[in-house]
């Protein structure tokens, strides 16, 4: 199984329960592993055969940075699926999402969330 990791994006979006998370914004955090088979770009040292760091990152910005959402979950499960339908060579994705000083009672980093999805689970 290879993967391609990508640590440690950061973005700025409205996710949240509450009034001023949706107001105010907050950055999140996104790590992500795409499994993919790599022999062919390594063999070929073509882009053509590989998935674009960059381009992921665009994609995951575009999802972060919109709509807000009630739920991380549901950031999470929408960048999986945009991943799978941008991406053809992806087979499956683990996506992790760490939200630094949620507005709840006690003192927290961060919590955060981890999804793994396959190909499939969008068919």
């Known amino acids: 199984m290879d993967k391609i990791l990508l640590n440690g994006l950061m973005f700025y979006g409205y996710h949240g329960l509450f009034p001023e998370e949706n107001k105010l914004g907050q950055r999140f955090t996104v790590d992500l592993e795409l499994i993919t088979d790599l ?60 939200k630094p000083g949620p507005p709840i009672p006690g003192y927290y980093k961060s919590v955060g969330i981890e999804i793994y999805r396959e190909r499939q689970d969008y068919v």
């Open 39 to 98: 022999k062919p770009s390594g063999r070929s040292d073509n882009m053509n055969d590989s998935i674009d760091y960059g381009q992921v990152y665009q994609v995951v910005q575009k999802v972060v940075e919109s709509e807000a959402r009630d739920l991380v979950e549901t950031v999470a499960e929408e960048v999986a699926q945009t991943l799978f339908e941008a991406f053809k060579k992806l087979d499956a994705v683990k996506v992790y999402i760490d």
